[in-house]
């Protein structure tokens, strides 16, 4: 395995965090699908930024929202993957990209789920559900109550940004004690979504509801993953150890599964 370090000096940040395996679990990288790179070239400049980071492994999360464009089925995302692969590998730029998909939540999940017509992530039996930023939890809370009890595993993606939520904590933090798994953005926690997804991000933190931190990155300008200088940031304001459990060891346990 390679081993990832990375320090660096930058306005009196330092971060030194190294682990063998650093998994993004939450990425725009594949082309053409959704709102993240339209080409191959553009993926391989994600890749290649990631890669420069020390991130060693990628899970290609595409948004899944039934009925619009944005619903690449699970044949056309392995295509992708492996043409992005070849790619990469043609241009000698080493990363690791498993499978996934960032599935919108919808009424019909739970048969989708049941019929196997969304990706979970990797070789896992998790799978990343991205709240509706406009609707109120009335469906949301009864229908991930339900999956939990059916014994299906639910990573909540960037609950710190969906409004509904922020007003519920309490009725999330309930869920993750059946079972309900957390992933919140980094941008979130360096403010680039505004004060209160950082302020709720941080709460989630502090109550120790955060299973997770991704880039949940769609390119290498708009949506960009951290830079060294953002990540030191991470690093003095969370600690070294908080980071390795978010973005390596647990993610590195969900692959392994
Ligand atoms: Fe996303």
Known sequence: ??????????????????CSQWVDIHT??????????????????????????GVTHLIATPHY???????????????????LQQYLQEREIYINI????????????????????????????????????????????????????????????????????AKNIQSLVLLVGQGLKMQVNTGS???????????????FLDLDCVHYLASDAHGVHARRPPDRAEWAILETELGADVLERLCCINPARLLAR
Request: aromatic letters at 6%; proline letters at 8%.
């Open 98 to 165: 498993s499978p996934g998909m960032e599935i919108a939540f919808h009424k019909r999940l739970p048969e989708q789920l049941e019929a196997k017509k969304v990706l979970p992530l990797g070789d896992s039996n998790h799978y990343l559900l991205e709240p509706s930023f406009t609707d109120a939890t009335d469906a949301l809370f009864p229908c991930l109550d339900t999956l939990l009890a059916q014994g299906h595993s639910i990573i909540l993606a960037h609950p710190e940004r969906i409004p509904a939520l």
């Open 189 to 203: 926690l360096l403010g680039k979504f505004g004060p209160e997804s950082q302020r709720v991000g941080r709460q």
């Open 28 to 53: 725009h990288i594949l082309p053409g699908l959704d709102d993240g790179p339209k080409t191959l070239e553009e993926s391989a400049n994600l890749a290649g930024y990631y890669r420069d980071l």
């Open 65 to 83: 929202i039934p009925g619009t464009a944005w619903s690449a089925s699970v044949p056309t995302i392995l295509e992708k993957i492996a043409e």
């Open 1 to 18: 395995m390679i081993a990832a370090r990375i320090t660096l000096d930058k306005r009196g940040f330092r971060m030194s965090f190294q």
